[in-house]
């Protein structure tokens, strides 16, 4: 080991003051060497000899996210590769820590894309909730991340970064219309979001248009 000896003021003790850290979980064995004598000249009998142990370092065990996004059996997923299938535009996002956890942290480094604000708030020290300001887009695939520095409350770093698909269904769920042999059916259009109906007849065309109403 590296470093240096020096004497107190009485000549009577010994220091050393290592160059860098003893390494942790290390046994050290510590003589001094036979032929030191006093300044009598006695020699020490017997030789003098320690064994100094370093405790091992702390296992310290990185926080997990156990539970997320909603719609999910996470029995049969893995939760850091969790995909969910969204039909609400609004959908509660819900992630659980198996520990307390840095708020701050956590809400700096959660993140979506394509980027949607996000009101976050916690139910719990180790649960938050991510409520979207504005409405998902329908059909659209969203991934939600959650960086590695987010951290506990003694500041270990998650495990490892996160993320979530987020497939929202797309607007039109399905559509029918008049066949070869039967021309009267009516054109049907099934959604999988509530529609504005009067939004809906200021936008849509038939084309060649002919009378009807929807």
């Not at 590769?81 to 819900?94: M, V, W």
């Not at 960086?147 to 929202?168: C, E, F, K, V, Y």
């Not at 399905?174 to 066949?179: A, L, Q």
């Amino acid at each position: 080991v590296e470093g240096r000896f020096f004497w107190d003021d009485t000549a009577t003790t010994l220091i050393f003051v290592p160059q860098t850290r003893f390494e942790p979980g290390t046994r050290y064995e510590i003589a001094l060497n036979r032929a030191l004598v006093a300044a009598d000249g006695q020699r020490l009998t017997p030789p003098a000899q320690w064994t100094l142990e370093t405790l091992p370092a702390p296992q310290v065990r990185a926080p997990q996210v156990f539970a997320a996004p909603p719609d999910a059996d996470l029995d049969e997923v893995e939760p850091q590769n969790l995909s969910a299938s969204l039909r609400s535009r609004y959908p509660t996002l819900r992630i659980v820590f198996d520990r307390p956890m840095d708020q701050e942290s956590v809400q700096e480094a959660l993140s979506i894309e394509p980027p949607i604000p996000l009101a976050l708030t916690w139910e719990a020290d180790d649960v938050l909730l991510a409520h979207p300001s504005a409405p998902l887009a329908p059909g659209v695939r969203y991934v939600l991340s959650l960086s590695d520095r987010a951290r506990d409350l003694a500041g270990t770093p998650l495990q490892a970064a996160q993320q979530w698909a987020l497939n929202m269904t797309p607007l039109v769920a399905r559509v029918s219309t008049p066949t070869m042999h039967n021309h009267d059916l009516p054109v049907s259009i099934a959604f999988n979001y509530p529609v504005d109906p009067e939004s809906f007849a200021r936008v849509s065309r038939l084309n060649p248009a002919i009378n009807g109403a929807w």
